[in-house]
């Protein structure tokens, strides 16, 4: 059971739009519409931003945004804001095997 | 509101048990879902454990399978960790968390081991 990959590092200007990708394989990412994505700030829990791929629950803002091609899924946080700056993690079901994560991205909003 | 608390001991010796227990509030765990363990080494990503459901079937991470047990107890609405033989990469975060084909909703606070002499 491999971790999912993401980029160590993402940036980007405050109102500008940003792209984290996650890529897994044909048994996890590719097999599943169980992509969920995290937002953790230092020293806090994970907090659930996006799942099933593009869903979000409720009180995440719109600015979050995800979606899924092949083995690869995106998060999309657009309109960045200061308080995006935090680590984020995706992760996929992967049958009986469960649930894997990515290494985690740390988003910088310069 | 769902909510989960760790608790268990901030530090254990190597060869040690670990032993943690997680008390879920607003949600009783025989209504389902699964319930699971989640750490963090410090300054490093998450990694899943094991889940578990309230009947004790449990889905647990093939890397790390031969060492954690989890155990449940509906009646006290909790559930449970040991991990075995414990080593200075046991040292993280350990968090509990409710999910559901991998979507993890709600977490605990997270709780900080530290395997040391």
């Known amino acids: 059971q491999s971790a999912l990959t993401q980029p160590p590092s993402a940036s980007g200007s405050p109102g500008q739009s940003v792209t984290i990708s996650c890529t897994g394989t044909?048994?996890?990412?590719?097999?599943?519409?169980?992509v969920s994505w995290y937002q953790q700030h230092t020293g806090k829990a994970p907090k659930l931003m996006i799942y099933?791929?593009?869903q979000r629950p409720s009180g995440v803002p719109d600015r979050f945004s995800g979606s899924k091609s092949g083995n690869t899924a995106s998060l999309t946080v657009s309109g960045l804001q200061a308080e995006d700056e935090a680590d984020y993690y995706c992760s996929s079901y992967a049958g009986t095997n469960n649930l894997i994560f990515g290494g985690g991205t740390k988003l910088t909003v310069l | 509101q769902v909510q989960l608390q760790e608790s268990g001991p901030g530090l254990v010796k190597p060869s040690e048990t670990l032993s943690l227990t997680c008390t879920v509030s607003?949600?009783?765990?025989?209504?389902?879902?699964?319930w699971a363990w989640i750490r963090q080494p410090p300054g490093k990503g998450l990694e899943w454990i094991r889940s578990i459901y309230h009947s004790g079937s449990t889905y647990y991470n093939p890397s790390l399978k031969s060492r954690f047990t989890m155990s449940v107890d509906t009646s006290m609405n909790q559930f449970s960790l040991k991990l075995s033989s414990v080593t200075a990469a046991d040292t993280a975060v350990y968090y509990c968390?409710?999910?559901?084909?991998?979507?993890?909703?709600?977490w605990g606070q997270g709780i900080l081991v530290t395997v040391s002499s």
């Open positions: 968390a409710r999910e559901t084909y991998g979507k993890v909703d709600y």
């Open positions: 607003g949600f009783p765990i025989s209504n389902g879902y699964w």
């Open positions: 099933e791929v593009s």
């Open positions: 044909s048994s996890d990412v590719g097999a599943y519409n169980y």
